[in-house]
């Protein structure tokens, strides 16, 4: 059955500007975009533009909040549970496809796959690999090893030393099912004992994990803040940098002449002042170092996009609630984006960097018919989420107001 979506003005997904057309999807393909079309089914899109399915490339659908004290007085399997939940809110947001940066393991990718649960397509990294005394190591000064993840065995361990066992880690997780590698090129801000600025692996371990995973036909994504660890990483080949937050002239020049991808990340450390704020309980030095990148991220990510840089949207937002991804996209836009560049962050150029792109990212005939319509101007990036009127994966609608009308005409056609 031919279903007609009519009426809307089309953000195809490349960057260029939007144009009024016609969208005609024939099972979860998309098979004419253009003007005059018809089908047999309609849907009336009057007022609102049409997109492709939004992508981030960095969440944690796993994650439920940063308060250390909580979880451990949760019951082990609620996570699961809680998972369920979360995959649905970012469905609802409009995101149909996502690359989960640790922790959901190939179980869950399976669970979304089959119709188990609703939520979007998943990419998984499955565990984030880092050097002992790492921002994956969950040593604590105390002794106690308190990890963010539970290791569980569907998942490796995460600590690895030396190009032997990254070689040994790598392979196991493309045995666990992982579509992505992950590696702490730095220390981080969620870690404790680590410090954001400070290089972590040797550029022999990380050409390891880079040609191990290239033998899987997989990319790497770089955990990488400080300017050591992200030069590093660059170096060693990964496709993305995350985070990026102490970029410098040489390193933007590196990136730009790699084609490195930049996923900003712009949300997660507003997210975890905004936990503190709440009252969330884990520890103070991470509070502190949370504060003290705010500026430097910002004024990084602007000197990134003025030079060019290529980005993807990511937002690794684990101090809130799952759901509010899209507030990246004005982040952007305040950090020198143009509204339709940003856009493109979060559709062509995510699936670019998935190696989805082929199949998703943009509006034409032959991609998957994965659509957000949104009420309002395109140019505004805010509130993106109360806008939605209508998310399409594979070709069903599966959330937004309009979903009910439509499923309404499918049945009365």
């Given at each position: 059955?031919?279903?007609?979506?009519?009426?809307?003005?089309?953000?195809?997904?490349?960057?260029?500007?939007?144009?009024?057309?016609?969208?005609v999807v024939d099972g979860d393909r998309i098979v004419e975009v253009g003007?005059?079309?018809d089908g047999d089914t309609r849907v009336d899109l009057a007022g609102a533009?049409?997109?492709?399915?939004?992508?981030?490339?960095?969440?944690?659908?796993?994650?439920?909040?940063?308060?250390?004290?909580?979880?451990?007085?949760?019951?082990?399997?609620?996570?699961?549970?809680?998972?369920?939940?979360?995959?649905?809110?970012?469905?609802?947001?409009?995101?149909?496809?996502?690359?989960?940066?640790?922790?959901?393991?190939?179980?869950?990718?399976?669970?979304?796959?089959?119709?188990?649960?609703?939520?979007?397509?998943?990419?998984?990294?499955?565990?984030?690999?880092?050097?002992?005394?790492?921002?994956?190591?969950?040593?604590?000064?105390?002794?106690?090893?308190?990890?963010?993840?539970?290791?569980?065995?569907?998942?490796?361990?995460?600590?690895?030393?030396?190009?032997?066992?990254?070689?040994?880690?790598?392979?196991?997780?493309?045995?666990?099912?992982?579509?992505?590698?992950?590696?702490?090129?730095?220390?981080?801000?969620?870690?404790?004992?680590?410090?954001?600025?400070?290089?972590?692996?040797?550029?022999?371990?990380?050409?390891?994990?880079?040609?191990?995973?290239?033998?899987?036909?997989?990319?790497?994504?770089?955990?990488?803040?400080?300017?050591?660890?992200?030069?590093?990483?660059?170096?060693?080949?990964?496709?993305?940098?995350?985070?990026?937050?102490?970029?410098?002239?040489?390193?933007?020049?590196?990136?730009?002449?790699?084609?490195?991808?930049?996923?900003?990340?712009?949300?997660?450390?507003?997210?975890?002042?905004?936990?503190?704020?709440?009252?969330?309980?884990?520890?103070?030095?991470?509070?502190?170092?949370?504060?003290?990148?705010?500026?430097?991220?910002?004024?990084?990510?602007?000197?990134?996009?003025?030079?060019?840089?290529?980005?993807?949207?990511?937002?690794?937002?684990?101090?809130?609630?799952?759901?509010?991804?899209?507030?990246?996209?004005?982040?952007?836009?305040?950090?020198?984006?143009?509204?339709?560049?940003?856009?493109?962050?979060?559709?062509?150029?995510?699936?670019?960097?998935?190696?989805?792109?082929?199949?998703?990212?943009?509006?034409?005939?032959?991609?998957?018919?994965?659509?957000?319509?949104?009420?309002?101007?395109?140019?505004?990036?805010?509130?993106?989420?109360?806008?939605?009127?209508?998310?399409?994966?594979?070709?069903?609608?599966?959330?937004?107001?309009?979903?009910?009308?439509?499923?309404?005409?499918?049945?009365?056609?």
């Amino acid at each position: 059955m031919r279903t007609l979506y009519t009426g809307a003005t089309v953000f195809d997904g490349t960057g260029a500007a939007p144009a009024p057309a016609d969208v005609v999807v024939d099972g979860d393909r998309i098979v004419e975009v253009g003007p005059g079309l018809d089908g047999d089914t309609r849907v009336d899109l009057a007022g609102a533009v049409l997109l492709p399915g939004f992508i981030d490339c960095h969440v944690h659908v796993t994650v439920d909040g940063i308060d250390t004290l909580k979880h451990l007085g949760d019951p082990y399997s609620l996570r699961y549970y809680q998972t369920v939940r979360n995959l649905g809110d970012l469905l609802d947001t409009g995101l149909t496809t996502v690359r989960d940066a640790g922790g959901a393991d190939l179980g869950t990718k399976v669970a979304v796959d089959t119709g188990v649960v609703r939520g979007p397509r998943l990419r998984i990294a499955v565990t984030m690999l880092s050097q002992t005394g790492g921002h994956a190591d969950p040593w604590l000064p105390s002794g106690s090893c308190v990890p963010v993840l539970p290791v569980t065995p569907g998942a490796p361990q995460p600590v690895v030393d030396g190009p032997d066992e990254m070689r040994l880690r790598v392979r196991e997780l493309v045995r666990a099912g992982a579509d992505w590698v992950k590696v702490a090129a730095s220390g981080g801000v969620m870690s404790p004992r680590t410090d954001p600025r400070r290089a972590q692996f040797s550029a022999e371990e990380l050409h390891a994990a880079v040609t191990e995973a290239a033998a899987a036909d997989l990319g790497v994504m770089a955990h990488a803040q400080g300017g050591g660890g992200i030069r590093n990483a660059v170096r060693a080949g990964v496709r993305s940098i995350e985070h990026g937050i102490y970029l410098d002239d040489e390193l933007i020049e590196m990136m730009c002449e790699r084609g490195t991808v930049l996923v900003p990340t712009l949300l997660a450390p507003h997210s975890v002042l905004s936990a503190a704020a709440s009252g969330a309980a884990f520890s103070e030095q991470s509070q502190r170092k949370v504060a003290e990148i705010v500026e430097a991220h910002a004024d990084s990510f602007r000197r990134a996009i003025a030079a060019g840089v290529t980005v993807a949207m990511g937002t690794d937002a684990i101090g809130y609630p799952h759901g509010r991804n899209l507030e990246e996209l004005d982040l952007m836009r305040a950090g020198g984006m143009t509204p339709h560049r940003a856009l493109h962050a979060a559709t062509g150029a995510a699936a670019a960097l998935l190696g989805l792109d082929g199949d998703l990212g943009t509006i034409a005939p032959g991609k998957r018919a994965d659509l957000v319509a949104l009420r309002g101007d395109i140019t505004d990036l805010t509130g993106l989420r109360d806008r939605i009127a209508l998310v399409v994966k594979d070709g069903l609608p599966v959330a937004g107001p309009l979903t009910h009308e439509t499923h309404q005409e499918s049945r009365t056609a």
